[in-house]
């Protein structure tokens, strides 16, 4: 049985493989966080400006000032 030598270039391709795989999932998988997260962005805002809305209506404060 004759042991077979890894060699530098055997580790840089099988890296440079790895790695070309990882970054292109990672870059789908990018372009869907973004657009989730600003969809989810937008729906907080609304559901904060609604919920602010609602609040505003419930409690009036009327304010008198008289000049003396």
């Given at each position: ?6 060699t530098?270039?055997?580790l840089?391709a099988?890296f440079?493989e ?13 372009q ?6 600003t969809?989810?962005?937008i ?6 400006f609604m ?15 008289r000049?003396?």
């Open positions: 049985m004759a042991q077979q030598r890894i530098r270039a055997d840089e099988k440079r790895t790695q070309d795989g990882l970054q292109g999932k990672l870059h789908d998988k990018k869907t966080l973004v657009t989730l997260a969809v989810g962005g729906v907080l805002l609304l559901l904060f919920l602010g809305k609602r609040s505003g209506k419930k409690k009036t404060t009327f304010v008198e000032i000049r003396v």
